[in-house]
């Protein structure tokens, strides 16, 4: 069975301080899907990103990368200077290939806060 | 991206009564919903993985008497929490997918806020 590891429960930073979410997962299907998601307070989930385990590559999408470790079993986040609006829970899920119904398993979150 | 809306946001109701939500995908057509549910400060756990026009597949520990799923079109799945009681107070959220396999993104909707009391 998937599981999905967000060890750090709560982490709190001063704006423009970089800040990095850790994920480790667990699967013993060899093609698998990883995605992280963010939650502000409002809600609503929104999607960050996906990567298949075929694509090692790192990943920059402005402030936000993403380091894909297969070795490790990590697929990490970094927010780059961070700013007050990044304040949200942030989960990490996998999803495995060869399940028909794409169910995901998530982290139980990290809650990051930044303050002025 | 695609879009799924929730209604209602928010719902609050007596011990007893039966709550229903609406997941609704609103651009394309979903053969797979899913829903979660979410906890005070926890994470999204699957309760249970409808299809178009079939049975739902529950997760293990859900109760499917309570828990009632219909999935009557590509469009629309509904929750229907019967006899709710203070302990279904939690924050309900559900997805749909446009296809078959772990590599198709899920949509969220925006989720409802349950609250029993």
Redesign the interface.
């Known amino acids: 069975a998937q599981k999905v590891t967000q060890a750090q429960t709560e982490i709190s930073v001063v704006e423009k301080e970089d800040v990095t979410l850790d994920c480790v997962y667990e699967t013993r299907d060899t ?3 990883l995605f992280w ?1 963010k939650q502000p307070p ?4 929104v ?1 960050l990103i ?1 990567r ?1 385990s075929f694509d090692e590559q790192n990943e920059i999408s402005g402030r936000y990368s993403w380091n894909f470790q297969k070795s490790t079993s990590s697929f990490n986040f970094t927010i780059t200077a961070s700013q007050v609006v990044d304040s949200a829970v942030y ?1 990490c899920a996998l ?15 990290t ?1 990051l806060q930044v303050t002025l | ?1 695609a879009v799924v809306s929730q209604h209602p946001s928010r719902v609050i109701c007596k011990s007893g009564t039966s709550v229903k939500i609406e997941c609704r995908s609103l651009d394309f057509q979903a053969t ?1 919903m ?1 829903w979660y549910r979410q906890f005070p ?6 309760m249970a ?1 409808s ?1 178009e026009g079939s049975k739902a ?1 529950y997760e293990q520990g859900v109760e499917k008497d309570k828990f009632l799923i219909n999935h009557a079109s590509l469009t629309l799945s509904t929750l229907t929490v019967t006899s709710a009681h203070p302990e279904d107070s939690s ?1 309900y ?1 559900c ?1 749909a ?1 446009a296809g ?12 409802t ?1 349950l609250t029993v009391l």
């Open positions: 093609t698998y899907y998601y409002s809600g609503e989930l999607f996906r298949n989960f999803s495995e290939a060869e399940e028909t119904a794409s169910k995901l398993t998530f982290g139980t979150g809650r | 991206g797979t899913f400060k926890q994470s999204l756990m699957l993985t299809n597949t924050f959220i997805s997918t078959a396999g772990g590599h198709n993104e899920q949509f969220f909707g925006p989720g806020r």
